[in-house]
Every structure is written in structure tokens, then in C-alpha cells.
């Protein structure tokens, strides 16, 4: 079975908007998926089934052999321990310092201060961020708050990095950096990753799988590279 | 240990919670406090009224009157007849000369009236005094002395008793109702203060849900704030059910109003009370914040 699968999935909000509908599509492991659309596509919707912030109104959505959308409440946090996600606005936690806020999930988990410390070490080392340790978000920059989220995400060795418009507060230098980490911690840990995003440039640059939803309707599904620009967003 | 450290983490992130939002806490704290108070009160009145009642109905005696011309050979036969009576403890036997003394003795009014009677014109009759040994059976035997001959009533001070009895139920099912109506104005103060701390961490609560952090852990932190209130609102109640009770038992030399009525010795109650109050109040801390938790976390 495919790591991802996405199988004739509908979702209508309790407001009559259909978010979604007829959603099907499968992703390998190690894969890297650029999900692109307008806004109000369904793209966020879609990432959100993932991760289990939404559930589905119909069919089904694996995620690692779990079936998302008959998890129950309480289990959920089994599915979120095996995946990171990066969000637009980082959600850090500012009254923690950077490392408090990396080691957050396996503290969460009941994980010993010892064993904690050479991980948290780890993911900062990878985003570039172990002389920061002591910062609290604030002190940080844009660029420095997410790679501490991507730290953060990474910290349980995640299969699959779910991406939620990651460089949509970053100006274009920083988003380019933040990408080139993105790929490398998709190329070094064979993390698969799944991004949401509607900036064209990164898209068109990095040359991967990009999947295009439009009004809740998968339009496309381009093989790496062969996504191009004309093809309107 | 894995549960210890997540245990020893929820107690110390439920300490911080209480002091930051303390104006809240130390009004669900004072709630606490005043209810276990009324608690408290209420469960040692009802244990003191359940012994006044007791020791009331064992005091009682039935009063036989002897019709006025009755003579004392027919007391004789009346007693003689009584004594076969296994449901009776004792009897006492007095003559109307008997209470005419003891009446004149009383009051100078009654010896100046009284001192004119001869035997014959004495207007009193002759009575029994009689004790049964199981309150329960005070109507019973009432009721069979009545069936004799020259009796003319039988008196045991049935209606003072009911209405006694009915007066403490009163009392008794008031406190019932005014402690519940309190339980539950805690219990809302409670469950409120967790709303209050739910939404003042809601940040911190999304964060924790999306990385992974399992319900129960997400929960206990306000579970145990929810108890720790409670315990701290029963440690007021707790000193003042104890101080306040062996003083009230020392000042009143353990007996209300009469010697009938006698209190429970302190050492009896004030242990068992406090630890009902302590469990009270822990019970309804958790009971409310879970609520608040289950309604408000929505996970």
C-alpha cells in the first residue's frame, strides 16, 4: 500500500460548502508533492484531512496504513506522532525558549530529560539553529521561527512532513532557504513531504509532483517536473 | 517512570494555573470553603438529632390514670397484672396522696389550696409511672393497659415526640437542601475557572493536540487543578469542624439543653467528618472540571 491514499473523498462543511469532492490520489513514500491552488480551493482542507484536523464527510484517507477518517478522537494523537507538520504561523509557544519548545512533543510524551536532550540537539543541528537554544520566539526572526517549527516537526522522525503553506509570512530570500531545508530533510531522511503552497516561483524551481485542486475538484496531477506555469493556478 | 514524570509535571503545571489565574481560584477556593463549612454543620447536626430522638423515646414513660374511684386494693390488682407483662421495664406507683405532697411541695399557691383536701375530697388520681423497654412498643402496651379495668387514660407524650421528630426533619432536610444547592454553585465556580484556564491555554492545548500529546495528558493537568481546589477548600472546614466542635462540646459540657440531650463525644465524629469533607470536596473539584474539560477541550 501506497503511504498516503486518498480514496473518493468528499467534504462538505455543515454550512452547505463543499470543500471537497470525488478527491482521489495516492503518494509513495519519499515523495515530495507540491498541492497548489487558489485560495478557497479545498488545498487546506485537503492537508487538514491528513493530520486529522478535518474529517472527511465521505470515503477514506490512509495515512501510514491508519484510516483517517474512522479515527477516533482519543487516537488521534497516535496518527500525529507519526507525522510533523509546518504551519504558516509556526505556532510556537512563546513563553518557551527554542529548545522548550522543540523538546514540547516528547515532553508531551512522557519522554526522560535525558534522553530528550541529544534528540532536540539533533533537529537543531539539521535547521541550522543549535546556537539559538536559548531564544524565545520573539528574539527570532520569521525565517528562524519556522525552521524551529520544521525542528520541532522533525524531532520524532516523522514518515511524512505535512507542509501548511510554510513560506506564505517569509519574504522570497528566507523561503528559498527554508525550502532548500525542506528538500534536504526530504532527500537526507527520506522524510516524505506534502506541501501546500500558492507561490508559483518555488513550485516552478523545484520540479516535483504537484497535484492542482481547483474548487474542490483535483485537476491535475503532474509527474515531477512537468508541472508549468502557463498551466494557470 | 513514564507515568510518574507525566504525574509529577500535570501536578506542577495545575499549581501554576491556580496562582495564574488566582482571583478566580481563590473565589472557587471561598465557594469550597463555605459549603464544606455547611457540610460539615449539617452532617453533625444529623448525627447528634438521630441520638436526641433515640435518647428522647428511651426516656419516655407511659402515665396510667386510675379512674377517681379506684381504691388502692385495685391499683394493687393493676400492677400485679402489669408486672406479667414482659414488654415493661418498670413501674412506679403513686397513690393521689402522693402527688398532692409532692405537688404542695412545689408551690406555695398549691400547698395553701391544696392542704384543705382530705382523702376523700382530693380531686387527683392515682397513677403509674411505667418505663417499656423498647420505645417502638410504648403505642403497643399503651394500648393494652387501656383495655383494663379502672383505668380511665394512658398518656405517653406521643404527640411531643412526633412533633420533635417532625422539627428535626425539617432541619435536617433544609441543611439536605441548602448543602446541595451550595454543592452545585461550587461545583459551576469550579468548572468555571477550569473553563477559564481551558480557554487562557487554548494556544497551548492546539499546539499540544496537533504534535501528538495523547487526550488523557491534555486532560490531567485540569483534572488535577479541579482536585487541588477542592482539597484547599476543605482544609478551613476541616480545622473549624474540629476546633469548632470540641469547643461547643467543652462549653456545653456535651449535653443541649438538658441532660436528655447529649452530644456525641468529639472524638467519635470529628475524624469520620473530616475525611467525608475532604473527599466531598475533592470529589466535586475533579466532577466539575471534568465536565468543563469534556465540554471545552473538545477532543
Redesign the interface.
Known amino acids: 500500500m501506497e503511504l498516503i491514499e486518498v480514496k473518493n473523498c468528499y467534504k462538505i462543511y455543515k454550512n452547505g460548502v463543499t470543500a471537497l469532492a470525488d478527491i482521489n490520489l495516492s503518494i509513495k513514500k519519499g515523495d515530495f508533492v507540491f498541492i497548489i491552488g487558489s485560495t478557497a480551493s479545498g488545498k487546506s482542507s485537503l492537508i487538514k484531512m491528513l ?1 486529522r ?1 478535518e474529517k472527511p464527510t465521505k470515503g477514506n484517507v490512509y495515512v501510514g496504513g491508519i484510516n483517517v477518517a474512522k479515527l477516533r ?2 487516537k ?6 507519526k507525522i510533523g ?1 509546518v504551519f504558516q504561523d509556526f ?3 512563546p513563553k518557551l525558549n527554542v529548545y522548550e519548545n522543540v523538546a ?2 516528547l ?6 530529560k535525558k534522553d530528550i536532550k541529544p534528540r532536540v540537539l539533533e533537529a537543531l543541528e539539521r535547521v541550522g539553529l543549535k546556537e539559538k537554544v536559548h531564544s524565545f520566539p520573539n528574539q527570532l526572526s520569521g525565517g528562524e521561527c519556522q525552521r524551529v517549527c520544521i525542528a ?1 516537526a522533525i524531532i ?1 522522525k516523522p514518515k511524512v512532513l505535512i507542509c501548511d503553506e510554510p513560506t506564505g509570512n517569509l519574504d522570497p530570500k528566507t523561503s528559498k532557504e527554508i525550502m532548500k531545508l525542506i528538500d534536504y530533510i526530504n532527500k537526507e531522511m527520506h522524510t516524505t513531504v506534502i506541501m501546500a503552497t500558492h507561490d508559483r516561483d518555488i513550485v516552478n524551481r523545484m520540479k516535483k509532483r504537484v497535484l492542482l485542486i481547483d474548487h474542490g475538484i483535483l485537476k491535475g496531477d503532474f509527474a515531477k517536473g512537468s508541472y508549468k506555469e502557463n498551466e494557470a493556478i | 517512570m ?2 510518574f ?2 504525574l509529577s ?1 500535570n501536578i506542577k503545571d495545575a499549581f501554576k494555573s491556580i496562582f495564574r489565574n488566582f482571583s478566580l481560584s481563590f473565589a472557587s477556593i471561598i465557594c469550597t470553603t463555605i459549603t464544606l463549612i455547611m457540610v460539615s454543620i449539617a452532617i453533625i447536626v444529623s448525627i447528634n438529632v438521630k441520638d436526641f430522638t433515640k435518647a428522647i423515646e428511651n426516656n419516655l414513660s407511659i402515665i396510667v390514670f386510675l379512674d377517681r374511684d379506684s381504691s388502692i386494693d385495685d391499683a394493687t390488682n393493676i400492677q400485679k397484672k402489669l408486672k406479667k407483662d414482659s414488654r415493661i421495664d418498670s413501674i412506679i406507683f403513686e397513690s393521689k396522696e402522693d402527688v398532692k405532697n409532692q405537688m404542695q411541695k412545689e408551690s406555695e399557691v398549691f400547698n395553701s389550696i391544696m392542704s384543705e383536701w382530705t382523702e376523700e375530697t382530693n380531686p387527683l388520681q392515682n397513677e403509674f409511672s411505667i418505663k417499656v423497654k423498647n420505645a417502638e412498643n410504648l403505642k403497643a402496651v399503651s394500648e393494652s393497659i387501656k383495655k383494663l379495668e379502672h383505668i380511665d387514660s394512658v398518656k405517653y407524650g406521643e404527640e411531643i415526640v412526633d412533633k420533635l421528630i417532625v422539627t428535626f426533619n425539617i432541619v435536617e432536610k433544609a441543611t439536605i437542601i441548602i448543602v446541595i444547592a451550595l454543592i452545585l454553585v461550587t461545583a459551576f465556580l469550579i468548572s468555571n475557572t477550569i473553563k477559564i484556564t481551558i480557554y487562557s491555554r487554548k ?2 492545548i ?10 488523557i ?1 491534555i486532560k490531567l493537568p485540569f483534572l488535577f487543578e479541579g482536585f487541588i481546589l477542592g482539597i484547599i477548600g476543605s482544609i478551613v472546614p476541616i480545622i473549624i469542624t474540629i476546633y469548632g466542635y470540641i469547643l461547643t462540646y467543652d462549653k456545653l459540657n456535651g449535653h443541649l439543653f438538658s441532660n436528655i440531650i447529649k452530644l456525641e463525644n468529639p472524638s467519635n465524629i470529628i475524624f469520620k467528618v473530616s475525611i467525608v469533607i475532604v473527599v466531598i470536596g475533592a470529589v466535586v473539584g475533579m466532577l466539575s472540571s471534568y465536565r468543563s474539560a469534556r465540554k471545552y477541550l473538545k ?1
Open positions: 493530520y484536523e478522537n482519543r488521534v494523537y497516535k496518527l500525529r506522532r507538520i505556532k510556537l509557544l514540547f512533543p515532553e508531551s510524551m512522557g519522554i526522560k520541532r520524532n | 513514564k507515568p514524570r507525566i509535571k494556544n497551548e492546539d499546539i499540544m493536540r496537533l504534535v501528538g500529546t495523547s487526550n495528558v477532543i
